[in-house]
């Protein structure tokens, strides 16, 4: 069993920035694949960014590419999302997840671990 706790959400002005930490406990691999989701009120949830902790590939989703950078500090367990030039559209609850396997999805379905969502609201 895999546990994960997301933390670092908050508010913030537009063109600012925030950093989420994803925390992992449990039976967890250093080879695990990462991803960080999001999902907005009436919206389904959708993929943001994948990080492959065994040789560190990383994935954006086309929104927040260049703005956004997702880092793992493999010792702590420990998946970061760096978010900067943060827009009012980037408001929603980030959620991160963990899955068995180390290779990219930015399907949901895929992940078989969930953490309990932070809020990151940006005001205009």
């Known amino acids: 069993q895999v546990q994960l706790v997301a933390s670092g959400g908050g508010l913030v002005q537009a063109g600012g920035s925030l950093r989420l930490s994803c925390s992992a406990s449990?039976?967890?691999?250093?080879?695990?694949?990462m991803g960080w989701f999001r999902q907005a009120p009436g919206k389904e949830r959708e993929f943001v960014s994948h990080i492959s902790r065994g040789d560190g590939s990383t994935y954006y989703a086309s929104s927040v590419k260049g703005r956004f950078t997702i880092s793992s500090d493999n010792a702590k367990n420990t998946v970061y999302l760096q978010m900067n030039s943060l827009k009012p559209e980037d408001t929603a609850v980030y959620y991160c997840?963990?899955?068995?396997?180390?290779?990219?999805?930015?399907?949901?379905?895929?992940?078989?671990?969930w953490g309990q969502g932070t809020q990151v609201t940006v005001s205009s």
């Open positions: 997840a963990a899955r068995g396997s180390p290779w990219y999805s930015s399907r949901p379905a895929d992940y078989d671990y």
């Open positions: 449990g039976s967890i691999f250093s080879r695990n694949g």
